[in-house]
């Protein structure tokens, strides 16, 4: 093959690698440009629900665990005082974990908002805006530097919570809530704040792009039970 025909094809390859990593084609045929940012989230939205898959399997062991040992408790003479005084405690600590009790403790406190900055040349006004992704993604930087409770504009976070893009708002569990987003997260305060401002950290991640973020200590973290309690119709005992 002749250098000029080499050249040639290099061109093509490029142009047609260029159009396919800048754009993705919807179902109607239509093109969807989709920003570098949005492509980042959902990489580590993916590591994070991985990690977080594993967690809730381990929690899944250690509760099997605890079962078989309160099935060996019920069988021993005398055991009833034990017995009733372990599913007390565990009861109390699984109200607690489901957001069904109002807690407080020392911990974070993240405020997240709209940037102000003058848009580039071109720049897609996306970029600047707090979208329900950005929370999601700081729910889970903070699920992984140990938060034991969050919640997000006064509505606890549990695993049944559900945050989703309203327009310029956000849904969460049902309730409509508008920008600054104030996040608050008992645990290891200098852990979490630390995760969130490292140089890969979502939160210097988010000041890169230009959105408004704010990260300080607190040593009395309060945060509400879940607004309304939680029904299960399909789900029984296996």
């Known amino acids: 093959m002749s250098k000029k025909r080499i050249?040639?094809?290099f061109v093509i390859c490029f142009?047609?690698?260029?159009?396919?990593a800048c754009q993705a084609k919807v179902s109607d045929g239509e093109r969807l440009y989709v920003s570098s940012k949005t492509i980042e989230d959902y990489k580590t939205t993916i590591t994070s629900e991985k990690e977080e898959i594993e967690k809730i399997k381990g929690l899944i062991a250690e509760t099997q665990e605890k079962i078989e040992i309160y099935d060996a408790m019920a069988t021993e003479q005398g055991a009833d005082i034990t017995f009733q005084t372990n599913l007390e405690t565990d009861v109390q600590k699984y109200k607690i974990a489901s957001g069904n009790q109002a807690v407080q403790g020392p911990g974070v406190?993240?405020?997240i908002d709209d940037g102000t900055r003058d848009l580039f040349y071109g720049e897609d006004v996306?970029?600047?805006l707090v979208h329900d992704m950005d929370i999601v993604m700081i729910i889970n930087e903070l699920h992984k530097s140990g938060a034991e409770a969050?919640?997000?504009?006064g509505q606890r976070i549990t695993p049944n919570t559900s945050i989703t893009c309203s327009g310029y708002t956000v849904r969460i569990n049902g309730e409509v809530y508008a920008r600054p987003f104030r996040i608050k997260a008992i645990g290891d305060g200098k852990?979490?704040?630390a995760a969130l401002v490292d140089p890969i950290g979502y939160g210097t991640s988010l000041k890169n792009?230009?959105?408004?973020?704010?990260v300080k200590l607190s040593d009395d973290i309060r945060i509400d039970a879940v607004s309304r309690a939680y029904t299960f119709k399909y789900m029984t005992k296996l």
């Open 150 to 153: 969050i919640s997000v504009n």
């Open 109 to 111: 406190e993240v405020t």
């Open 15 to 20: 142009v047609l690698g260029l159009g396919i």
């Open 7 to 9: 050249v040639v094809a």
């Open 209 to 214: 792009w230009g959105v408004q973020f704010q």
């Open 126 to 128: 996306n970029n600047l």
């Open 191 to 193: 852990r979490m704040a």
